[in-house]
Nanobody, 116 residues
Framework: QVQLVESGGGLVQPGGSLRLSCATS????????MAWYRQAPGNQREFVAR???????SIADSAKGRFTISRDSAKSTVYLQMNSLKPEDTAVYYC??????????WGQGTQVTVSS
């Protein structure tokens, strides 16, 4: 049963923007801190942003000032707004619970490619 589905990735030029979506469930959002992670080829998966159940966000230094995490509880969806994208942002982006992944598993993610 897939409970976290990422979408919204694509190809964008440096300096461009994308908004990623993470479709989940009301129950998951209610009890878990949600987070975005990313993994570039040859690299470890890294934390990007998180949002607590109380609405407190934290952004990784690499994305601070450029990325914003938010949620729409009515739609059971978490978003990652990415602005001023850089080539080094290229990665597969995943959403999941924080600090431990839901059921210890990961979904397909959504590919973000920043290139001219």
């Amino acid at each position: 049963q897939v409970q976290l589905v990422e979408s919204g990735g694509g190809l964008v030029q440096p300096g461009g923007s994308l908004r990623l979506s993470c479709a989940t469930s009301r129950s998951i959002l209610r009890v878990n801190t949600m987070a975005w992670y990313r993994q570039a080829p040859g690299n470890q998966r890294e934390f990007v942003a998180r949002l607590t159940t109380n609405g407190i966000s934290s952004i990784a230094d690499s994305a601070k000032g450029r990325f914003t995490i938010s949620r729409d509880s009515a739609k059971s969806t978490v978003y990652l707004q990415m602005n001023s994208l850089k080539p080094e942002d290229t990665a597969v982006y995943y959403c999941n619970t924080y600090p431990r992944p839901l059921f210890g598993s990961w979904g397909q993610g959504t590919q973000v490619t920043v290139s001219s």
